[in-house]
């Protein structure tokens, strides 16, 4: 099984900062890599798809880049409305998540 | 507007059995891939389960295979997954969640909550 790291487990962060979260596969998958937001209560949202490509209607503070083993995640101009935890996801082979990001503001 | 419905959830001992739906709408049902993902309390993501738009092709977490059953009736618009011999590590919420290009679940639903406790 490929096995997903991210770090870090969690952060806090003023509004407007430059947040970056970082996801690992334990092999290469390419840039078979999803990014999920989940707010607190709420079913997970999909940002981001095959590593760097933002979902229709997703604002473009929310990025995402890398291939092979590892991907970065990024929100440009940190907003209250992302307080959230954040997912990596693979899907190269069986999908598996990463174990999530919580980010909160400072 | 895709909305997918989950229900069935609840409490059951271990050992027992659990049947949960998932009804879609708003979206050509039967033209997409559909799966399970879980979420234990306090926990990330576990996908459970996928099956194909026709129903012909299936797969299992390893957690589950062997226990659970995906299964679908396009006529109808809804997915289901039969839990069988559960544990309590099946304790979770449950979504059903519509696959998109590329391993994508681009739509969720509320989920359902699973608890197995004696």
């Known amino acids: 099984d490929i096995q997903m790291t991210q770090s870090p487990s969690s952060l806090s962060a003023s509004v407007g900062d430059r947040v970056t979260i970082t996801c690992q596969a334990s092999?290469?998958?390419?840039?078979?890599l999803n990014w999920y937001q989940q707010k607190p209560g709420k079913a997970p949202k999909l940002l981001i798809y095959?590593?760097?490509n933002l979902e229709t209607g997703v604002p473009s503070r929310f990025s995402g880049s890398g291939s092979g083993t590892d991907f970065t995640f990024t929100i440009s101009s940190l907003q209250p409305e992302d307080i959230a935890t954040y997912y990596c996801?693979?899907?190269?082979?069986?999908?598996?998540f990463g174990p999530g990001t919580k980010v909160d503001i400072k | 507007e895709v909305q997918l419905v989950e229900s069935g959830g609840g409490l059951v001992q271990p050992g027992g059995s659990l049947r949960l739906s998932c009804a879609a709408s708003?979206?050509?049902?039967?033209?997409?891939?559909m799966n399970w993902v879980r979420q234990a309390p306090g926990k990330g993501l576990e996908w459970v389960s996928y099956?194909?738009?026709?129903?012909?092709?299936?797969y299992y977490a390893d957690s589950v295979k062997g226990r659970f059953t995906i299964s679908r009736d396009n006529a109808k618009n809804s997915l289901y997954l039969q839990m069988n011999s559960l544990r309590a590590e099946d304790t979770a919420v449950y979504y059903c969640?519509?696959?998109?290009?590329?391993?994508?679940?681009?739509?969720w639903g509320q989920g359902t909550l699973v608890t197995v406790s004696s």
């Open positions: 969640a519509r696959q998109s290009s590329g391993w994508r679940f681009d739509y």
């Open positions: 708003g979206f050509t049902f039967s033209s997409y891939e």
């Open positions: 099956i194909s738009s026709s129903g012909s092709t299936i």
């Open positions: 092999q290469d998958i390419s840039n078979y």
């Open positions: 095959d590593a760097s």
């Open positions: 996801q693979q899907y190269d082979n069986l999908p598996t």
